[in-house]
């Protein structure tokens, strides 16, 4: 596991924001929004075990604050919390697989959806917002699981292309 | 030492940036003045992108709804079928073009009622997330957007300016749950305020529990809070809660204004108080009323 060089930083940078003009434009023509912003950091906790793959993932979520509500840090803090436990469930297990990478998208986007209900519900002062927490959750995380493989065999793709390791 | 360090760094760093992200959120509770440095940087570098992707979106799904209603058409028929889709698409592009005409002739006649100055801007992009209602519009900072500046429609109330870069800006929309307006119900004067819901409805909170409102009241701002013109239009009433006991009521409000299909907005750069000045030197019979959703 190399450290995060400035081509990766590059081909996160260029993926985040086609992943974010994504979501905010064509992706909103769909019943459902992957989280793509999330993908590329449940692949850095997958891949970049370095000091700059948690930065990365911190900003990630402040540049998906940029352009989502009004509470900056919201996603910053999710992201990076995220990060960390993927970094330590990799530590862990054999991730380096397909349904693996799905499942681990899976939970990650569900462990963000609960960890922003219970931010708003602290800093807005409101009861923990179950039932829009229940309504959307599963289907989001879905979405997510599903577009992750074909978000990080792009990611690879573009790494063997660069020649990042 | 060194070596407690390099071995946890990655847990150091991920809790620095754990910490911080808590310090941002702490210091951008109170929502009146964002402190979010790097986000008009990142708000301004992806405008053109979002413009573009925005406009070829907008058409792949209109041609996409042509193509969905084309394909009952007889395959055989190849030529006619040409013929049909190219007129069809030409009529289409015709219809969007008069639709457009239409929305901007109404916005034009609502900006021409407004005693105050607006810039007319479009929606380039929506909330990134499910929990937010806010949406990008492709005007800013060199148009003359200033953040808590008003945004209208001729149907009503969309939202206040909640960030600005030189050429683009993000409205939070009342229907977000930090949004609030300080409203009046129109029948009986009745005073409150409308904030947005976690599932993006309107609820009316904070209006005495003895003021008699019911479904169907029409809820128009207030002006009082400093941030929209009074009169304008913010939603009906579709349900009430009043509770035997307490000293308030709330009231559901169903916006007055479809976001999912709003395209173009006015920014009202003038502010509220002078608009709110203008208003009263309007005759009642003259003043605005903005049409029924």
């Not at chain 2, 409203?183 to 409150?192: D, E, K, P, S, Y």
């Not at chain 2, 909170?205 to 929209?228: A, N």
């Not at chain 2, 709330?250 to 006015?266: G, H, I, S």
Request: hydrophobic share 50%.
């Amino acid at each position: 596991m190399k450290g995060f060089s400035v081509a990766l930083f590059v081909l996160i940078t260029i993926t985040a924001a086609l992943a974010l003009v994504m979501q905010t434009t064509v992706f909103q023509f769909l019943p459902l929004i992957p989280d793509m912003l999330l993908i590329l950091c449940v692949y850095l906790g997958l891949h970049q075990h370095s000091v700059g793959g948690s930065a990365g993932a911190f900003l990630l979520g402040y540049f998906n604050d940029s352009f989502s509500g009004n509470l900056v840090g919201l996603h910053a803090f999710a992201m990076s919390l995220v990060f960390i436990l993927v970094y330590l469930v990799s530590k862990r297990l054999w991730m380096d697989n397909v349904v693996s990478n799905v499942a681990v998208v899976f939970v990650a986007s569900v462990l963000k959806a609960a960890t922003i209900s219970a931010l708003l519900a602290f800093y807005l002062s409101l009861d923990f917002p179950w039932s829009e927490f229940l309504s959307t959750v599963w289907f989001e995380a879905i979405a997510a699981a599903l577009m992750a493989p074909l978000v990080f065999a792009m990611l690879d793709g573009g790494k063997r292309l660069w020649g990042i390791d | 030492m060194v070596e407690f360090l390099r071995r946890n760094r990655v847990f150091l760093t991920s809790g620095f940036f754990l910490s911080l992200s808590l310090g941002l959120l702490s210091a951008n509770r109170g929502g009146t003045h964002r402190i979010d440095p790097l986000g008009i940087v990142f708000l301004e570098a992806l405008q053109p992108l979002q413009t573009v992707t925005s406009a070829v979106a907008d058409r792949a799904a209109a041609g996409w709804a042509e193509y969905v209603k084309l394909v009952d058409v007889n395959a055989e028929n190849q030529r006619l079928r040409d013929a049909v889709q190219r007129l069809t698409v030409e009529r289409h592009r015709m219809r969007e073009l008069e639709l457009e005409t239409e929305r901007l002739e109404r916005l034009l006649d609502f900006r021409k009622k407004l005693p105050s100055n607006a810039v007319t801007a479009r929606v380039i992009g929506r909330d990134a997330s499910e929990w937010f209602q806010t949406f990008t519009l492709d005007r800013g900072e060199s148009d003359g957007i200033k953040p808590g500046m008003a945004v209208v429609h001729a149907a009503g109330v969309v939202g206040r300016v909640a960030q600005v870069s030189p050429n683009a800006a993000r409205v939070l929309l009342i229907a977000d749950h930090n949004s609030g307006v300080d409203a009046l119900v129109q029948r009986t004067r009745a005073r409150g305020i409308v904030e947005g819901t976690l599932a993006g409805h309107c609820s009316m909170k904070y209006i005495r529990h003895d003021e008699g409102i019911q479904p169907g009241d029409v809820i128009v701002t207030s002006g009082l809070d400093g941030l929209f013109p009074k009169g304008l239009l913010i939603g009906r009433v579709v349900d009430v809660t009043r509770k035997d006991y307490g000293l308030f009521q709330v009231a559901e409000v169903v916006p007055a204004v479809d976001f999912t299909k709003l395209e173009e907005v006015l920014v009202v750069t003038t502010p509220p108080a002078v608009v709110n000045a203008g208003l009263d030197r309007i005759a009642p019979a003259e003043r605005i009323e903005p049409p029924a959703p």
